[in-house]
């Protein structure tokens, strides 16, 4: 990456949505070599963010540059130096902005000496050290490289947003106090901190699967870069079972992502999708990375989500799934990573192999847990169970239930249509 300015393509037309475009493309590159030249997370984030608010400006009024990446690159760490020349509270003011003036003029990317070859992948094993919480790396890591709001990252723990927003900001205080640095860890000790990362790669990738807000069902750059992540972490990795079983599971979620919406951008459920449409390649890929992940037997919760993923994927129309087999793995992976998400989606598939009152067994007490009574998957599937039972104006309340917690538009579209179709046979 060069420190001059980059050449620029005079495109007048939509400089906003090429501002959106390189926040969604180029943010967590450049804020992971940011954070790494400037060893400051805050300071990063802060100088990124005037970079995109430069760019907004300068970008209507100049055109789009030819290289987004590069330009962000370049203001942004001048836009560090001048905050470092303000900030005069600073202990190490003057060597730091020293550092990062000889790396702008100079443009130098430093030599990597790991195994680990792509900058974001080498923040995420930096945020995941140990001194830290996993719940803790996990959530600065879904913060810096994910691009997930706060609000985002605190329904994925099922927290509070406020909650959530402390722990970051403590996360963040706990690496400047104890002066962890930001460096690649020594290939040896990379295994520790797999635990952190394949968690952090999975939430990333759930966050694009099933977007927590706004109008998209699907985030497919978020996918994108998981799966990216993934596919880099199986080269550097390769006798970790997880790593295998992770990446086979994104593979073979994402290869269902061209038929999860119809051509209106309205929700189309599993049981319902055009299987003609799912991309063959990334199934091949997905079902060979489980086999890998099966031959090193060391089996965990992300193989076995897999092998869930897999009947899916086999089974030659929705028909023929095959749910007591997928009810077992439920039940596996229960024992091997107990959570609400897990019961939930085991209460479906005990349902569809063994009926809807065994279902509801299921469900019963999460439906009791007070944590969860704003867990609006719990909602959507007591709503289907209670439909299949028979038990409509149940499963209308229920329904309304989801639909008031739902912030994804489009999933609350199918929820209210739903709701819907259950009135009209119900009045009928």
């Known amino acids: 990456m060069t420190a001059r300015t980059p050449e620029r393509r005079l495109v007048r037309g939509a400089p906003a949505a090429?501002?959106?475009?390189?926040?969604?493309?180029e943010r967590s590159r450049v804020l992971a070599a940011l954070i790494r030249q400037l060893g400051d997370f805050q300071l990063a984030e802060d100088a990124l963010q005037d970079a995109f608010a430069a760019a907004v400006a300068t970008w209507s009024r100049d055109g789009v540059p030819a290289n987004p990446g590069a330009w962000l690159m370049t203001t942004a760490r001048r836009r560090a130096i001048d905050r470092l020349r303000r900030n005069r509270s600073l202990a190490d003011r003057a060597a730091r902005l020293a550092e990062l003036t000889r790396i702008n003029a100079s443009a130098h990317e430093e030599a990597q000496d790991s195994a680990i070859a792509d900058e974001r992948l080498r923040l995420i094993?930096?945020?995941?050290?140990?001194?830290?919480?996993?719940?803790?790396?996990?959530?600065?890591t879904l913060r810096m490289l994910g691009g997930l709001s706060t609000a985002e990252i605190a329904r994925a723990f099922l927290v509070a947003e406020p909650t959530m927003g402390q722990r970051l900001?403590?996360?963040?205080?706990?690496?400047?106090q104890a002066g962890i640095p930001y460096?690649?860890?020594?290939?040896?000790?990379?295994?520790?901190?797999?635990?952190?990362?394949?968690?952090?790669?999975y939430l990333i990738f759930n966050e694009g699967y099933l977007a927590s807000g706004g109008e998209r069902l699907v985030r497919g750059?978020?996918?994108?870069?998981a799966v990216r992540l993934g596919r880099l972490l199986s080269k550097l990795m390769p006798d970790e079972a997880e790593v295998w079983g992770l990446l086979a599971l994104m593979l073979l979620h994402d290869a269902r992502r061209g038929a999860r919406v119809d051509a209106s951008g309205a929700y189309v459920a599993l049981d319902r999708q055009d299987r003609s449409r799912w991309d063959r390649g990334r199934m091949r890929e997905g079902l060979?990375?489980?086999?890998?992940?099966?031959?090193?037997?060391?089996?965990?919760?992300y193989l076995l989500q897999a092998a869930i993923a897999a009947l899916h994927a086999r089974a030659p129309t929705a028909e023929q799934v095959n749910w007591r087999a997928i009810a077992e793995l439920y039940l596996a992976l229960s024992r091997v990573a107990p959570s609400p998400v897990v019961e939930i989606n085991r209460a479906v598939a005990v349902a569809f192999a063994h009926g809807a009152q065994a279902g509801m067994g299921v469900l019963a007490p999460?439906?009791?847990d007070p944590a969860l009574e704003r867990y609006q998957p719990l909602y959507a599937a007591q709503a289907e169970l209670l439909m299949r039972a028979g038990d409509r104006a149940a499963a209308a309340r229920a329904y309304e239930q989801a639909i008031a917690l739902s912030s994804n538009e489009v999933e609350r579209s199918e929820?209210?249509?739903?709701?819907?179709?259950?009135?009209?046979v119900s009045s009928a």
């Open 18 to 25: 090429a501002v959106e475009q390189a926040f969604r493309v």
């Open 125 to 140: 094993f930096t945020c995941c050290h140990p001194a830290l919480a996993l719940e803790a790396r996990v959530a600065l």
């Open 169 to 176: 900001t403590r996360a963040k205080r706990k690496i400047a």
């Open 183 to 201: 460096r690649v860890p020594d290939d040896d000790v990379l295994p520790d901190r797999l635990r952190g990362v394949l968690m952090v790669v």
């Open 221 to 225: 750059e978020l996918c994108s870069e």
């Open 288 to 301: 060979a990375a489980l086999e890998r992940g099966l031959r090193l037997r060391q089996p965990g919760q």
């Open 366 to 368: 999460l439906l009791e």
């Open 415 to 424: 929820l209210e249509r739903r709701r819907s179709e259950l009135v009209s």
